[in-house]
C-alpha cells in the first residue's frame, strides 16, 4: 500500500530557470549559452545546493572566470527573478493530496540560503509541514542515495511505501534502485492519473 508521496521542487512544483534573467540581461540568446555552459555551469550551481555558501560559490567563480564578473554576481543577485512562480496544475495535485491520508515530503535540492524566500512566498509549502529535506542543510545532493537515506531515517519511511516524483532522470533512477515507486515527471504528463496508476497497482 502506498502511504508516501515525495516531491521534488524545482521542475514539479517550481519553474525556476537561469534564463528567465539572463535573457533580458544579454538580449543576445548566443552569449547567454555560452555564458550558462561554460561559466555559471549547473555543476557551479549544484555545489551551492550542496552547501556551499552563496558568496563564497560567487567568489570562486570570479576568481576563474575575472572578466565576467558583473555577469557572475548578477546570479545570486536576481535569483528571485528566475524563479517564475508555481506549476500550477501540479500544485493543484499537491493541494489534493493534501487533503488525504497520504504523508507528504519533500526532498528537494536548493540552497539553504534561497529555499526560505521560496517558503515565504509560495503558500502551497505549508501542505509539507516541517516534512521537507533541503539539501543545502544536509549537505548532500540527488542524485547522491545518502540524501534518500536521510529522508528514510528521519521520518522513518519505507521506499515500498512510497512514491518518488522528480523531473529529473538520473534522480528517478536512484529512487529505483533504493525501492521507491517513481514518477519521471514531464511537462507532458498528468500528475494524478500517474499517482493513481501506482495506487491503484500497489496493494
Request: net charge neutral.
Given at each position: 500500500m502506498i502511504k508516501n508521496i515525495i516531491f521534488d521542487f524545482g521542475g514539479v512544483v517550481m519553474d525556476w530557470n537561469q534564463r528567465y534573467f539572463y535573457k533580458d540581461y544579454f538580449r543576445d540568446d548566443e552569449k547567454m549559452e555560452f555564458f550558462l555552459k561554460n561559466i555559471a555551469t549547473d555543476e557551479w550551481n549544484a555545489e551551492q545546493?550542496?552547501?556551499r555558501s552563496l558568496a563564497e560559490g560567487t567568489e570562486i567563480l570570479v576568481e576563474k572566470h575575472p572578466t565576467w564578473e558583473t555577469e557572475i554576481r548578477a546570479f545570486y543577485e536576481n535569483w528571485t527573478t528566475m524563479l517564475r512562480g508555481e506549476i500550477s496544475e501540479n500544485v493543484a495535485v499537491l493541494r489534493a493530496l493534501g487533503e488525504t491520508d497520504f504523508e507528504l515530503f519533500g526532498l528537494t535540492n536548493w540552497s539553504h540560503e534561497t529555499f526560505p524566500y521560496a517558503l515565504a512566498n509560495y503558500d502551497f509549502f505549508e501542505v509539507f509541514g516541517d516534512k521537507i529535506v533541503v539539501s543545502g542543510e544536509e549537505k548532500l545532493i540527488k542524485p547522491d542515495p545518502k540524501i534518500w537515506q536521510v529522508l528514510i531515517e528521519k521520518y522513518r519511511i519505507l521506499p515500498e511505501e512510497s512514491i518518488f516524483i522528480d523531473?529529473?532522470?538520473?534522480?528517478?533512477?536512484?529512487?529505483?534502485?533504493?525501492?521507491?515507486?517513481?514518477?519521471?515527471?514531464?511537462?507532458n504528463i498528468n500528475l494524478s492519473e500517474e499517482i493513481e496508476k501506482i495506487t491503484q497497482t500497489v496493494s
Open positions: 545546493d550542496r552547501g523531473d529529473n532522470a538520473k534522480n528517478i533512477e536512484v529512487a529505483k534502485s533504493l525501492g521507491f515507486h517513481t514518477i519521471h515527471c514531464t511537462p
